[in-house]
Every structure is written in structure tokens, then in C-alpha cells.
Nanobody, 115 residues
Framework: QVQLVESGGGLVQPGGSLRLSCAAS????????LDWYRQTAGKQRELVAA???????NVADSVKGRFTISRDNAKNTVYLQMNSLKPDDTAVYYC?????????WGQGTQVIVSS
């Protein structure tokens, strides 16, 4: 079964940190790039960070220097380390991958940055 399961969201104060995890089934993890997107109400889903199967990464300008994406191939898990969080980072964060030309999404994990 192909699936992506996110965890790690929650409520954090501005300036704080969170680490999101995305556990992927082996078939979708091996040899595939994985991404993190986020979405707020009324807005389109936006790409936050991406990591290739070889470990090359890209992050959006809005989070550059604050967010880091990584993957643990032994655990079939991709992470999003989020530091210096701002209220504008409040969103539902989704893990995403394309496998055999099909887009797969996790269920999302809510991140709220508020004092």
C-alpha cells in the first residue's frame, strides 16, 4: 500500500521550532523525491521544500535559512526541521510524492505559530 503519514505539528510560539516527520511506504520512498507543501485557508498549496532521492534539497525563499529538509533512508522518513517560526508559517503541512505518475499526499499536520 502506498501511503504518506505526517506527524509533528502543533502549537508553538513565534521564534520556536518544530520538526515534522513523514513516514512513507517503501515503494514510494525508495528512489523518489519527496516534498513538503503547506496550505492556509483560501490559498493555494505552496511548495516549501523538496529533497531528491540522492539528497539534493531546495527550499522556498520564504523559509530559506529557517527550514531544513532531510531524509533517513533507513527509516523511509523525510523530515522538515522548522526554526525561527513566524505567525506566517501557520498552515497545514503536507508531505507529497509522485509515484508511477500519480500524486500522493499525506493527510496533513497542522502547525500553529502564535503567542
Amino acid at each position: 500500500q502506498v501511503q504518506l503519514v505526517e506527524s509533528g505539528g502543533g502549537l508553538v510560539q513565534p521564534g520556536g521550532s518544530l520538526r515534522l516527520s513523514c513516514a512513507a511506504s517503501g515503494s514510494i520512498f525508495s528512489g523518489n523525491a519527496l516534498d513538503w507543501y503547506r496550505q492556509t485557508a483560501g490559498k493555494q498549496r505552496e511548495l516549501v521544500a523538496a529533497i531528491s532521492s540522492g539528497g539534493s534539497t531546495n527550499v522556498a525563499d520564504s523559509v530559506k535559512g529557517r527550514f531544513t529538509i532531510s531524509r533517513d533512508n533507513a527509516k523511509n522518513t523525510v523530515y522538515l526541521q522548522m526554526n525561527s517560526l513566524k505567525p506566517d508559517d501557520t498552515a497545514v503541512y503536507y508531505c507529497h510524492a509522485v509515484y508511477r505518475s500519480i500524486n500522493y499526499w499525506g493527510q496533513g499536520t497542522q502547525v500553529i505559530v502564535s503567542s
